[in-house]
């Protein structure tokens, strides 16, 4: 459905994206992140047509990214919500479907629809006098008036509330289920671990890392294993009546488990911890996420690791 | 992407929708005053000949049944208060029926001496309408005078332009006469044909404006008529045009300036950018209402002043141009407070531009460069040729439409929300356009009517100035003017990293440059049509390109490949300092200005 290959954008001297070459399926929803100056902007602002590429093909439904059927074809929500504040929400979303060629009744349904279903209150009152929340969605309404088969949304959720960020994401899930393809950029690493089905990290204008949440965990992130044994084995620490030992390979938990026999006793159980997206980054990029925090149950902002909240199977059943 | 009518006028419609949602009713109860208040003033000036602000000054004591009563009535400055009354400013004392002088007694102040002299002047025209009422006009106005103005370079005024013979048996003269005054003198003395063509001015291709009534008064007095009745004429004409046309479009500028603005703050226009629209759809749809606006407004005053369609279609590229340089204005400004300046800048400006030209109105053909002039010559009823039009709103429409074009080519993502310098946006309005090395030549020849207007105006403003002086002068602003112009769009285009920096491409695109500058300034030859090649500034700022030289072929032939030559030269000579960055730019440029400043000196010193 979208096709960049070897985008490159440069402003003057400054290089903001440099031969990002990428693809996104049909009913995928594909991630973009990366700190401040990544180039992830100006990587869906391309493919919104809004900036010409220095260099590179992008296209959206085999067309070339800005041209008219493509904008048709596109809805696009950008990092904030530049309203016209002196319109009611009705009046600016029957704009845009009127720049789109949306039929009068076609267009009144779709709104009505699309404000119901985000559960839009004051629909007649000016958008200058409605929360920062309400705007918001009012912004994803009109990128919906044209019924497009691509979303470009850049940090959808920006700014808002908890509460209203987790029914903007949930609603971006339940466009992804209705076969709407969407391009998704954000700051919150758990927003994209827990929403996108692909992921590609910029960095610096490049593309650092790619593919599933958990191919780029398995290709950069770390497995590490705490293996609880009865006995005290070699390296292991006392954890109330049994011992700890912790190690990063499948390798060493067998060792462990002979280790253990050896001595009398046995594996009684294995947790594993997986690097997060953002330890990832942090790996990769080498700097923190600006506005990244940890959202997952039971986590502090100086865990800088996710516990699952159930440990998976070890790869072997314990002894 | 091309433009398509039919999103254009959508953008339109919902532009309207939203800048009447956006008004509140107090500003749009104000705004709507003010407009009153401004054609109400506009229309009284000019139905009134002017406002009465000396209404009822005077106090003059003077008895209902005295014959001086009247006059005193009919006076705006005087005011009949019954005779004895005390403070009264002039006394008439005219009680004894049988005595035909009457005794007119004053307080000796400032004040009484200019009553009494407004008195005497009451009565004069109390007594001079009195006279036109005869029937025998010949006996009433036995010496009677026709003005007829001519051009003051060609002609001198002499005391045969125009005669009324005394009993009007031949009240005709040889390059137009009167119909007003002399006309009717003709008429009423013994019934031979005293009747003109045209009016005072009709010979001289502009002539004194004779409206008639009470807007006659507006251009200060009669072309025919008594000596008494005789005044110059003052350009009060053109003040009062320049008001009523050109102060409502400060209305429209401000709504136009802020509704481009608002597009660029907190980047409310990026969504429009993502609509499937072309950014001139857009431009064009948001612009609509606002020239709209202006021509409806221009309607209705060119219908309150009693012009025409003439007027509205003199004015409306005025309009156009407002709009336009707003637009820029608008697209470069980085804030209200910028925009504020834009907009009064380009306001003064603009009028400074119609207005001091049109002054000159009944005087020189430099007063067509100002398309107030062409209004002015509507309400006088002469015509208008399609020549003297395009002359004169000719530079208004492509300056109109550069700028248009200009602002749409910064009017994407990267510009509009970028809080970028002024100047650094103008370059890269500029290089917008450049795409290969032939857009150069195109972006030099659409600096000419930027660089005729500039050169017009340096001849309206060195016009005063003693002849040999001003040629100078306005030679060193010719060759300023068209060197800026030829390189500006060469460095923004090496500015922008759009071509290699390097010595081939620095002269081939010089080359381009030059030469399309001249191709384009072969359009000036436009100013020999309405005559303004025959003034001697005219000459110097139009006539060093070869235009109209009236030497032989050979000659004729090297002054068409002189100036080709020298635009050549010079821009090449600043391209190869544009190459180096500004600093560099500018002292090529420098070197480029004197030679193109000898060049235009030695021509015009050679022709004479």
């Known amino acids: 459905m979208i096709t960049v290959d070897g985008l490159r954008k440069v402003y003057g001297d400054f290089v903001a994206v440099q031969g990002s070459t990428f693809d996104v399926e049909p009913g995928e929803i594909f991630g973009v992140v990366g700190p401040n100056g990544a180039g992830k902007t100006t990587t869906l602002k391309t493919l919104a047509g809004l900036i010409e590429p220095t260099a590179g093909a992008v296209r959206v439904a085999g067309e070339p990214a800005g041209d008219p059927e493509t904008r048709t074809a596109l809805g696009f929500l950008p990092e904030e919500s530049p309203l016209y504040e002196d319109m009611t929400a009705r009046s600016y979303l029957r704009f845009f479907a009127d720049l789109y060629d949306v039929p009068r009744e076609t267009a009144n349904q779709r709104i009505e629809t699309a404000l119901d279903d985000l559960e839009l209150e004051h629909r007649d009152r000016r958008l200058g006098d409605v929360s920062k929340g309400m705007k918001r969605k009012v912004a994803i309404a009109r990128s919906l008036v044209n019924d497009p088969d691509v979303l470009i949304y850049d940090e959808?959720?920006?700014?808002?509330?908890?509460?209203?960020?987790?029914?903007?994401?949930?609603?971006?899930?339940?466009?992804?289920?209705?076969?709407?393809?969407?391009?998704?950029?954000?700051?919150?690493?758990?927003?994209?671990?827990?929403?996108?089905?692909?992921?590609?990290?910029?960095?610096?204008?490049e593309i650092v890392a790619r593919g599933t949440v958990e191919e780029i965990r398995a290709e950069h992130g770390e497995t590490t294993y705490r293996v609880f044994t009865t006995v005290p084995v070699d390296g292991s620490e006392p954890d109330g009546d049994r011992h700890v030992s912790t190690v990063d390979s499948m390798d060493a938990v067998e060792g462990i488990r002979e280790a253990a026999a050896d001595a009398g006793g046995e594996v009684v159980d294995i947790r594993t911890r997986e690097s997060t997206l953002e330890e990832i980054f942090l790996d990769v990029a080498g700097q923190p996420m600006p506005g990244s925090r940890r959202v997952s149950p039971g986590a502090t902002d100086g865990d800088r690791r996710r516990e699952p909240s159930e440990p998976p199977e070890p790869p072997e059943a314990a002894e | 992407m091309s433009v398509s009518p039919r999103k254009l006028l959508r953008v339109a419609r919902w532009e309207v929708s939203r800048a009447t949602g956006s008004l509140d009713r107090r500003t749009a109860v104000l705004g709507a005053v003010a407009l009153l208040l401004t054609l109400g003033v506009a229309a009284g000036g000019v139905l009134a000949g002017g406002v009465a602000l000396d209404e009822d000054i005077y106090a003059v004591a003077v008895s209902p049944d005295s014959p001086y009563h009247e006059p005193v009535s009919d006076s705006t400055p005087l005011e009949a208060v019954p005779a004895g009354a005390p403070n009264a400013d002039v006394y008439v004392d005219d009680r004894d029926?049988?005595?035909?002088?009457?005794?007119?007694?004053?307080?000796?102040?400032?004040?009484?001496?200019?009553?009494?002299?407004?008195?005497?002047?009451?009565?004069?025209?109390?007594?001079n309408r009195l006279l036109l009422a005869e029937e025998n006009q010949s006996a009433a106005f036995p010496v009677g005078v026709t003005l007829s103005y001519v051009e003051r370079a060609t002609q001198r005024v002499g005391a045969n332009d125009g005669t009324a013979g005394a009993g009007g048996d031949d009240a005709t003269g040889d390059d137009g006469t009167g119909d007003a005054g002399g006309g009717d003198a003709g008429e009423a003395g013994d019934g031979a044909d005293g009747s003109g063509t045209g009016d005072g001015g009709a010979g001289s291709g502009l002539g004194v404006p004779d409206l008639g009534g009470a807007a006659g008064s507006l251009f200060g007095g009669q072309p025919t008529g008594s000596p008494a009745e005789i005044s110059p004429p003052f350009p009060f004409s053109s003040l009062v045009l320049a008001f009523a046309f050109l102060v409502p479009m400060n209305f429209v500028i401000q709504a136009y300036g802020s509704t481009i603005l608002n597009e660029r703050i907190n980047r409310r226009g990026e969504?429009?950018?993502?609509?499937?629209?072309?950014?001139?759809?857009?431009?064009?749809?948001?612009?609509?209402?606002?020239?709209?606006?202006?021509?409806?407004?221009?309607?209705i005053i060119a219908v309150a002043v009693g012009g025409g369609p003439l007027s509205v279609a003199a004015v409306f590229p005025i309009a156009l141009v407002f709009l336009a340089a707003t637009f820029v204005g608008a697209m470069f400004a980085r804030s209200?407070?910028?925009?504020?300046?834009?907009?009064?800048?380009?306001?003064?400006?603009?009028?400074?531009?119609?207005?001091?030209?049109?002054?000159?109105a009944t005087v020189t053909p430099v007063a067509l460069i100002s398309p107030l002039t062409l209004v002015v010559?509507?309400?006088?009823?002469?015509?208008?040729?399609?020549?003297?039009?395009?002359?004169?709103?000719?530079?208004?429409?492509?300056?109109?439409?550069?700028?248009?074009?200009?602002?749409?080519?910064?009017?994407?993502?990267?510009?509009?929300?970028?809080?970028?310098a002024v100047p650094l946006k103008f370059l890269d309005a500029l290089a917008v356009h450049l795409h290969r090395p032939r857009d150069v030549a195109l972006l030099a020849a659409l600096s000419i009517p930027f660089v005729f207007v500039a050169e017009l105006l340096g001849i309206a403003v060195l016009f005063a100035l003693p002849e040999g002086a001003a040629i100078v002068a306005l030679l060193v602003v010719v060759a300023v003017v068209e060197e800026v112009a030829k390189g500006v769009g060469v460095y923004a285009?090496?500015?922008?990293?759009?071509?290699?920096?390097?010595?081939?491409?620095?002269?081939?695109?010089?080359?381009?440059?030059?030469?399309?500058?001249?191709?384009?300034?072969?359009?000036?030859?436009?100013?020999?049509?309405?005559?303004?090649?025959?003034?001697?500034?005219?000459?110097?700022?139009?006539g060093t390109s070869g235009v109209g030289s009236g030497l032989g072929p050979a000659a004729g032939l090297a002054l068409l490949a002189l100036p080709l030559a020298l635009h050549v030269v010079t821009a090449a000579i600043g391209a190869v300092g544009a190459t180096r960055g500004r600093r560099a730019w500018a002292g090529t440029l420098l070197v480029a200005m004197a030679i193109h400043f000898g060049y235009d000196l030695t021509v015009v010193s050679t022709l004479g």
């Not at chain 1, 509460?163 to 758990?190: C, I, M, P, Q, W």
């Not at chain 2, 209200?336 to 000159?360: D, G, N, R």
């Not at chain 2, 109109?400 to 993502?413: C, K």
């Not at chain 2, 081939?508 to 030469?515: D, E, H, M, R």
């Open chain 2, 493 to 542: 285009g090496f500015h922008q990293s759009r071509f290699e920096r390097d010595l081939p491409t620095a002269l081939k695109l010089g080359a381009l440059s030059g030469a399309g500058f001249f191709v384009a300034e072969k359009a000036t030859a436009v100013v020999q049509v309405v005559g303004l090649g025959s003034l001697p500034l005219g000459q110097a700022a139009f």
């Open chain 2, 377 to 420: 010559r509507d309400l006088q009823g002469e015509a208008v040729s399609i020549a003297e039009y395009l002359f004169s709103t000719g530079p208004f429409y492509l300056v109109a439409g550069t700028l248009f074009a200009m602002g749409v080519g910064v009017y994407r993502e990267e510009d509009m929300f970028t809080q970028r």
């Open chain 2, 271 to 299: 969504l429009l950018l993502v609509a499937p629209l072309s950014r001139t759809d857009i431009v064009a749809g948001k612009t609509l209402p606002y020239a709209g606006i202006a021509l409806a407004a221009t309607t």
């Open chain 1, 156 to 205: 959808p959720a920006s700014g808002l509330d908890p509460l209203t960020t987790n029914y903007v994401l949930e609603y971006v899930r339940e466009l992804a289920d209705a076969g709407k393809t969407v391009l998704f950029s954000a700051h919150n690493l758990y927003h994209v671990e827990s929403v996108c089905d692909r992921v590609v990290i910029m960095n610096e204008g």
């Open chain 2, 97 to 127: 029926p049988s005595d035909r002088e009457a005794t007119v007694s004053v307080a000796n102040t400032r004040k009484g001496q200019a009553a009494l002299g407004a008195f005497r002047s009451a009565v004069e025209r109390h007594n």
């Open chain 2, 336 to 360: 209200f407070k910028e925009l504020t300046f834009v907009t009064v800048t380009v306001s003064v400006a603009l009028t400074t531009y119609a207005f001091v030209p049109a002054i000159f």
